[in-house]
């Protein structure tokens, strides 16, 4: 909805204020308030990011600056979307892959402390089943969550992230260092950043894409190659993006 009124040419308060509060979801409801707030005193993205860092997510900050720096705010929107989109399809299909087990479980719960009601422990059995109840949900939710986590940390994915962002920094125009950080942070991998950390800011100014990630245990051969194209002939967009594809599919 936000990429839809940048599309549109409405102003960051007007498209977040359409929107509406998103009461089923307080974490979006919070960021849509943060940004709301910043926007209609003036500040931009950039600085909103930085100054609560809390409120997103790695590569999600990174994406968010960059398109703002880079006047590509529209594509960051839409690669945004496009990965809760898929972050959402793949929690769907995990609640119905468990509905059967869990249904199971529940069943279970209330059926094994049966010899209480047998003893007349009438509260007793409705506290153990209770309890039961609120372990296995309690359970399912972090399940949930670490296969959410697991599925957006996924190396194919934080390729994809980190080739999508670096050409969209070079094709703006941005400082090569900059380009760097902001598309190591929009890949949103601790060891990637550590990577990149090592070169200084001189160095990933200076040196090409291969140079700078070159001993990265993350990017496999194929990344490595397309960045020695993409440096040899500044065609960023064609060979980077195509990559992202590949890795995005």
Known sequence: ??????RAGLPHPTTL???GGFPQSPTVGRLRRYLLEGTTRGEDLSTLVLAAPQHFKPFEAGLLQLGDEAGGLEQALTLLAEYFQAEHRMVL?????????????????????????FYGRVTAYVLTATGGLVLALAAGGGLLHA???WFGNRPKYVLGRLLRALALGVEAGLPLDRVVTLGVAAAGDPALSAHVAR?????????SLAATFRGASLLPPAVFAAFEVADASGNYSGTLRKLADLYDG
Do not use: E
């Not at 909805?1 to 940048?6: E, I, K, L, P």
């Not at 609640?95 to 049966?114: C, G, Q, R």
């Not at 070169?199 to 040196?207: D, E, F």
């Open 1 to 6: 909805m936000w990429c839809a009124g940048y």
């Open 17 to 19: 204020t359409s929107v």
């Open 93 to 117: 299909d995990i609640k119905k892959k468990m509905s059967y087990p869990l249904m199971n479980a529940v069943a279970a719960i209330f059926i094994a402390p049966f010899p209480l009601l």
């Open 147 to 149: 296969v959410a986590r």
């Open 199 to 207: 070169h200084s800011a001189r160095a990933r100014g200076s040196q």
